[in-house]
């Protein structure tokens, strides 16, 4: 038997991605290990989004090769690959592939050409209309999967690397992601991701011609599915009627992620996000409006270039208007092949720590308040798991919520199933409740 050990870092596209590449290993006879030291084939699926996560996967690689890791074939794929390319040979030349997300329809093909002996192979060309499925699949989760509806992006924020490590933006037929959610339903799923770098430019290529919320709305009427949500979304292409979409349909949760980096309309336009703190806040008013309580998150760059008080302040004076659910807040990180990093980056460290600290006491003031709010509702969850150590089941509500409960030894409860639960605790990030 061949065996491969996987390890994945980044977005959940990456951990789909790893989902499809391990039911291709799987189909082609291999069998997947727990333990680097057990494998014939090592796989590393990378992530590049800023300097600490690609920094992780070549600590992994001297790792390896400290501890000798002889008669291994070792791949790396995903966008550290795609970024860095031949020059991987050179860093770590005991690397044997090399494969970006764009040429993951090869895959099988550049594992043949080990087999066969080949030393060095790799997968880089983004020039691609195609989008990688397969039947073959192995998801991790039995009751929530990821269903891919588009890939790459067409935007140029200036900090961003995804554009040059994950290719040109290419959406699925409806008909092939409807029989996909079908099929998942069928499987037992209940709760369906949908997955794309922008899933808001959705475009059906084929006759049917459908948008993004006309997608949406056709995703939660698959019979069996009792959740829809979808990630991740850019505010230029979010349009209302996703909004009236939720408004209408319970299946689809009553969350949206929707990243504003910033509060400032001169650090939105150095950023080329192509929209104004304005037409932001009208998207948020949308979801304000609305009759379904949707939680609203985000994510927030500090310090990027040229970054002046009076801008970061903005972004904080943003943050308290929009009281978000849930954050993301990151340092601004340089990235190879990018607009920004030509740009002046001389906000030092120190400052760019001292201004994450700040939106991050802000936000988290703001989550122990909203989360508190809640204490005495009755929420749906579903089961996540069941935590030893404090004898509580995991929920997780529509809104995405952690919620945390107790339940009687005879309640026989099992993960993947949803229940009421009656909230009694709240704190920054997650709240505690009892069975209902
Ligand atoms: N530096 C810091 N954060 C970044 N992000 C993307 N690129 C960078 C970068 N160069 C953040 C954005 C994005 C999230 C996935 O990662 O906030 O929404
Ligand atoms: Fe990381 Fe972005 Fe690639 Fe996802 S798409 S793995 S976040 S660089």
């Given at each position: 038997?061949?065996?491969?050990?996987?390890?994945?870092?980044?977005?959940?596209?990456?951990?789909?991605?790893?989902?499809?590449?391990?039911?291709?290993?799987?189909?082609?006879?291999?069998?997947?290990?727990?333990?680097?030291?057990?494998?014939?084939?090592?796989?590393?699926?990378?992530?590049?989004?800023?300097?600490?996560?690609?920094?992780?996967?070549?600590?992994?690689?001297?790792?390896?090769?400290?501890?000798?890791?002889?008669?291994?074939?070792i791949g790396l794929l995903g966008c550290v690959a795609q970024q860095e390319g031949e020059k991987i040979f050179e860093r770590a030349p005991f690397v044997?592939?090399?494969?970006?997300?764009?040429?993951?329809?090869?895959?099988?093909?550049?594992?043949?050409?080990?087999?066969?002996?080949?030393?060095?192979?790799?997968?880089?060309?983004?020039?691609?209309?195609?989008?990688?499925?397969?039947?073959?699949?192995?998801?991790?989760?039995?009751?929530?999967?990821?269903?891919?509806?588009?890939?790459?992006?067409?935007?140029?924020?200036?900090?961003?690397?995804?554009p040059f490590t994950r290719g040109p933006e290419r959406s699925r037929t409806s008909q092939s992601v409807l029989r996909e959610a079908r099929e998942l339903a069928d499987m037992g799923y209940t709760e369906i991701q949908l997955l794309g770098q922008n899933v808001n430019s959705y475009r059906d290529p084929s006759a049917a011609g459908l948008n993004f919320a006309q997608l949406l709305n056709k995703v939660g009427q698959v019979p069996g599915i009792r959740r829809v949500r979808f990630t991740t979304s850019h505010p230029r292409d979010f349009t209302k009627d996703i909004i009236d979409a939720i408004d209408e349909n319970p299946v689809l949760c009553n969350h949206v992620h929707l990243p504003v980096q910033s509060g400032s309309n001169s650090t939105l336009s150095r950023m080329q996000r192509l929209y104004t703190r304005d037409e932001y806040l009208r998207r948020i008013e949308w979801m304000k409006k609305s009759s379904r309580n949707i939680a609203i998150t985000t994510d927030i760059i500090v310090g990027f270039p040229g970054e002046t008080e009076a801008e970061f302040a903005e972004t904080l004076a943003l943050i308290d208007e929009v009281e978000y659910e849930s954050m993301f807040s990151f340092k601004y990180s340089p990235r190879p092949n990018t607009a920004a990093v030509k740009m002046d980056d001389s906000l030092d460290e120190t400052e760019k720590s001292r201004r994450l600290t700040i939106v991050q006491e802000k936000q988290r003031a703001i989550q122990i308040r909203r989360n508190a709010e809640l204490i005495g509702s009755r929420e749906e969850v579903m089961i996540e798991g069941f935590n030893k150590n404090t004898l509580q089941w995991i929920g997780r509500t529509s809104q995405h919520?952690?919620?945390?409960?107790?339940?009687?030894?005879?309640?026989?409860?099992?993960?993947?199933?949803?229940?009421?639960?009656?909230?009694?605790?709240?704190?920054?990030?997650?709240?505690?409740?009892?069975?209902?």
């Open positions: 038997m061949k065996t491969f050990y996987l390890e994945t870092f980044g977005c959940q596209m990456n951990a789909h991605d790893s989902e499809k590449v391990v039911g291709t290993l799987v189909g082609q006879g291999y069998e997947q290990v727990d333990e680097p030291a057990a494998a014939e084939l090592v796989l590393y699926n990378t992530c590049s989004i800023r300097d600490k996560a690609e920094q992780k996967v070549f600590h992994r690689l001297q790792q390896f090769k400290r501890e000798g890791g002889r008669g291994k074939v044997n592939l090399v494969c970006g997300s764009a040429s993951y329809n090869r895959f099988s093909e550049l594992l043949v050409q080990i087999e066969n002996g080949a030393r060095r192979v790799t997968g880089l060309s983004l020039d691609t209309q195609d989008t990688f499925e397969t039947p073959l699949t192995r998801r991790d989760n039995p009751n929530r999967a990821f269903l891919t509806i588009i890939e790459g992006c067409d935007k140029a924020c200036s900090y961003c690397v995804v919520r952690t919620l945390n409960f107790t339940a009687l030894e005879d309640a026989s409860l099992k993960v993947g199933e949803y229940r009421h639960v009656l909230v009694t605790r709240s704190g920054p990030n997650s709240l505690v409740g009892e069975l209902a």
